[in-house]
DNA sequence: TAGTATAACGGCG
DNA sequence: TCGCCGTTATACA
């Protein structure tokens, strides 16, 4: 009974997302992406305003970073989802998980059928307006699984998205590698998929002229087991 | 261990 | 307004 049941759901959420994506494939050395329209602006536009009432953003020392030996606010505000007990360390602090939303489930579901890849966390940025941004960066965490893409889900005002090559950084940067600009749309989805994150550095620079707010959902999976013999990621079980 | 990298900023062109 | 550069002391196996 219990089986059917299960079975019945699964249906219903393929049946619910079955529709096929046009991907566009965007390639270079090193890099591989997938863009594609993952939500209808009807849909995109509801899940961006249930987001804005369920999501609970880091305040505090959880909203503070440390670059150069030098102590600052984000440019933006953040927040982590994912599996009970999930944590994950990056640019020096560590964040635990808070439990999935309905709504976070639903477009990490949505994504999971898009791609065939499951997804246990999900690191989410909300850019207020265009002086909101990021800087370059790499998703180089050594706790995230190597072989699964992270997948990009942008609502709200459309941004440009900027990624350059490791090699072409620098003022005698080695290589002429021309950086890879995107605009990231309402309800699309980016697979960065691997080995981008080895090679490339992304950033979502200052836009002055945008005046609406941005939230984006990077889904990833975090491996539960560090390469040591201790759960590493993981606080109790 | 020592060597390596830096999710930020301001200062320019 | 945009994009590139240099920073600097801390964090990491």
Redesign the pocket.
Known sequence: MQNEEDEEAELEVLAEFSHPVPWQKIEAQGLDLDYALLFSKEEADALFKQLEEEVMYSTGEEAK??????L?????RQATYGDAGLRY????R?HLACTWTPTLEYIRDAVTNATGHTFNFV?INRYRD?ED??????????ELDPVCPIASVSLGAAR?F?L?H?DA?????ARRLE?V?LQLAHGSLLLMNPPTNTFW?HSL?????VRLPRINL?FRRILLIS?GEEPANVWSL
């Open positions: 970073v440390q670059v150069f030996g030098k600052h606010n984000i440019p933006r360390t990056y640019s020096g560590t690191l265009g941004h990021i800087g370059e960066h790499r998703d180089d965490e050594k440009d900027v350059r490791r950084r620098g003022k005698r940067g950086p600009k550095y620079p200052v836009r002055k002229k990077t390469r």
